[in-house]
């Protein structure tokens, strides 16, 4: 399996972003059976947890960090082998690259896509 992230760039304080993932390579049984979930890697810190999206087949419920709840939203579309990380209200913290990957990681991670965040 291949993770490709894509969507990011750079926005002002108060903007918004839509990253898309794709897992390319994973069956349809495979990206299904799996939560899905966003990580972020800030420079000069460990990679961290943003967001999970569970299997449809458990009603598809999400978890978020602290930090980005009311502001984030994750969603998954399993026909196409994607997960997606809505991104309003963005602050200069919320700069990283964004990675997607299984709940416990499990696949090789992408290349991520940059989020800046500045004025």
């Known amino acids: 399996v291949q993770l490709q992230a894509s969507g990011g760039g750079l926005v002002q304080p108060g903007g918004s972003l839509r990253l898309s993932c794709r897992a390319s390579?994973?069956?349809?049984?495979?990206?299904?059976?799996?939560?899905m979930g966003w990580y972020r890697q800030a420079p000069g810190k460990q990679r961290e947890w943003v967001a999970t999206v569970a299997r449809i087949s458990n009603g598809g419920s999400t978890n978020y960090t602290d930090s980005v709840k009311g502001r984030f939203t994750i969603s998954r579309d399993n026909g196409k082998r994607m997960v997606y990380l809505q991104m309003n209200n963005l602050k200069p913290e919320d700069t990283a690259i964004y990675y997607c990957?299984?709940?416990?990681?499990?696949?090789?991670w992408g290349q991520g896509t940059q989020v800046t965040v500045s004025s």
């Open positions: 990957n299984t709940e416990v990681p499990q696949w090789p």
């Open positions: 390579g994973s069956i349809l049984s495979v990206f299904s059976g799996n939560v």
